[in-house]
């Protein structure tokens, strides 16, 4: 599996991305798809995630409200809509990907598989 992100760029506070990551190789309909970040000098952390193929929708605190993560199956793409953007959320953002991993294990960035190779978001303040 090939994950490819795209859509990041800078941004003023309070504007919009939209990120977009296409999956070849391997449909995705029943994995689990989730969206990372990762800032200069901290870990990766967890933003959101669909779990499997029921369709829920799961999200990190600190962007709950202000982002939407969805997917399209017949394109193999997921999706991650960034509204009212903060300078916090300046990282770099990465897709990813796992056919297996279990729910508890859904917020790990070790529970995946295969990663995209990250799109840089800047949010000027």
């Known amino acids: 599996v090939q994950l490819q992100a795209s859509g990041g760029g800078l941004v003023q506070a309070g504007g919009s991305l939209r990120l977009s990551c296409a999956a070849s190789g391997r449909t995705f309909s029943r994995a689990t798809t989730a969206w990372f970040r990762q800032a200069p000098g901290k870990e990766r952390e967890f933003v959101a995630a669909i779990f499997r193929s029921a369709g829920n929708t799961y999200y990190a605190d600190s962007v709950k409200g202000r982002f939407t993560i969805s997917r399209d199956d017949a394109k193999n793409t997921m999706y991650l809509q960034m509204n009212s953007l903060k300078p916090e959320d300046t990282a770099v953002y990465f897709c990813?990907?796992?056919?297996?991993?279990?729910?508890?294990?859904?917020?790990?960035?070790?529970?995946?598989?295969?990663w995209g190779r990250g799109t840089q978001v800047t949010v000027s303040s």
């Open positions: 990813a990907l796992d056919n297996s991993l279990i729910m508890s294990s859904m917020r790990s960035a070790s529970a995946y598989d295969y």
